[in-house]
């Protein structure tokens, strides 16, 4: 049984991390109506749109960066370093979501979905301090 929650641990937030970097790949903030010009009217969470839209390639970085993430935290072979890819990422999405005010229930997920991948970090313990720690 417990083979299979780690397994589902992986599965579902490996699964969300390459749909969310399908979906900037996408065009995720390419409807930003804001300009630039309009920024100190705009609410917090068009602002991050508006960054995004704006920032060039930075967006696809971040896709990649996402995919490339959850395509690693899906084989239990390569899941510590897609669980730490994808930590660092949606630690970064959390960030954002909570300070520029997007909805709790976004924020609560992004919480769920950071638990995850410290868990699988977690349960990963020990192949982790065989990484992390070298005896020479």
Not at 67 to 77: A, E, M, N, P, V
Not at 93 to 101: C, E, S
């Amino acid at each position: 049984m417990l083979k299979i929650f780690k397994f589902l641990l992986r599965l579902f937030p490996g699964l969300f991390s390459i749909y969310a970097g399908m979906w900037k790949l996408g065009g995720q903030f390419i409807n930003s109506t804001v300009k630039i010009e309009d920024i100190k009217d705009c609410a917090s969470t068009e602002m991050v749109f508006l960054f995004y839209h704006s920032s060039g390639n930075y967006v696809y970085v971040i896709a990649l960066t996402q995919i490339i993430g959850g395509l690693l935290l899906i084989y239990k072979k390569t899941s510590i370093i897609g669980a730490v890819i994808c930590l660092t990422v949606f630690a970064n999405v959390l960030l954002l979501n909570y300070y520029f005010h997007f909805s709790m229930v976004l924020v609560l997920f992004m919480l769920l979905l950071n638990l995850s991948f410290v868990l699988t970090l977690a349960f990963e313990h020990k192949r982790l301090k065989q990484i992390l720690i070298t005896k020479e």
